[in-house]
């Protein structure tokens, strides 16, 4: 089981396009072995009962707490288009919610191929480019980046099941009426976590179905108007219901035509009973 580590974050790219991939924070870390987060937990302190009853329904619409926390695992490619054409390369992950281990596999900017596994409790592991394995401070900088792929990628595709993770606090934003359907505003903040506590996100939960259908942000640093990105694709897989694209809306509406215009995707879903032997053991 993983230990009780809270991972606050913002993802890291090209500041020269919109901070689509370079954009999102969030409490991460499944805290296996720590008691689960569901309907009877208490209020935690700085969120309002009203927002965390919205986040309940959420999780529950999804597949529920305890399907959540019974899941060993996922699997899933993450990249990102540009005026409908792929934005680099995209990443292929596995991860071992039980175990903490990652592995996260692509081609760089040179066109080389690399494969990192790392352990996101206690930080260790390995890497390999070409089939070389690196040492040294090569090593070290893939770990961080490893770690760093994988707090942005699985952000974009897991927040909904990671509302009432500790740290993070939830407070009613009130509502909105969008093409008939009625939203419930929940505003995300982050207690005094992470490497950029300054960012903040309102996620939309439509009051019938109970699920995120958007999100806005303003990260620390910037100023508003927010970004907004739908959630939508959503996909089953083993009773649980994962997003498969978030698209710029705001940025659509201003220039519907200019490449800059960025969706993310989250495609290949696999939710996972056990992984294949050497999935974090070599390349």
């Not at 689509?20 to 409490?27: K, M």
């Not at 009613?172 to 505003?185: F, L």
Request: net charge neutral.
């Amino acid at each position: 089981m993983s230990s009780c580590l809270i991972h606050r974050h913002r993802a890291h790219g090209a500041r020269s396009q919109p901070r689509v991939v370079a954009l999102i924070a969030g409490v991460l870390l499944a805290a296996a072995g720590c008691a689960p987060q569901n309907r009877s937990a208490p209020v935690p302190a700085g969120s309002d009962a009203r927002a965390v009853e919205i986040a309940d329904r959420v999780i529950e619409a999804l597949g529920g707490r305890h399907q959540w926390d019974q899941l060993r695992g996922l699997r899933w490619r993450f990249g990102a288009e540009a005026g409908n054409e792929p934005r680099g390369n995209p990443r292929r992950h596995a991860w071992d919610k039980w175990s903490g281990w990652h592995r996260v596999e692509g081609t760089n900017r040179a066109g080389q191929s690399y494969v990192i596994i790392n352990n996101l409790n206690d930080g260790k592991g390995m890497a390999w480019v070409q089939g070389t394995p690196l040492q040294g401070d090569s090593l070290t900088h893939m770990l961080a980046r490893a770690k760093s792929t994988w707090i942005n990628d699985s952000y974009w595709f897991l927040m909904p099941y990671k509302l009432r993770d500790p740290g993070v606090t939830l407070k009613y934003a009130g509502d909105t009426t969008v093409a008939g359907s009625t939203y419930d505003r929940v505003a995300l903040s982050f207690d005094h976590v992470g490497e950029t506590p300054g960012d903040h996100y309102w996620v939309y939960v439509n009051r019938q179905t109970h699920r995120v259908e958007d999100w806005e942000m303003v990260l620390e640093g910037d100023q508003p108007p927010p970004r907004h990105y739908t959630w939508e694709g959503w996909e089953q897989h083993a009773s649980l219901w994962f997003p498969t694209a978030h698209r710029d809306t705001m940025f659509a509406q201003i220039a519907p035509t200019d490449t800059n215009h960025v969706n993310v995707f989250t495609r290949d879903i696999e939710t996972m009973t056990a992984f294949p032997p050497g999935t974090f053991e070599k390349p």
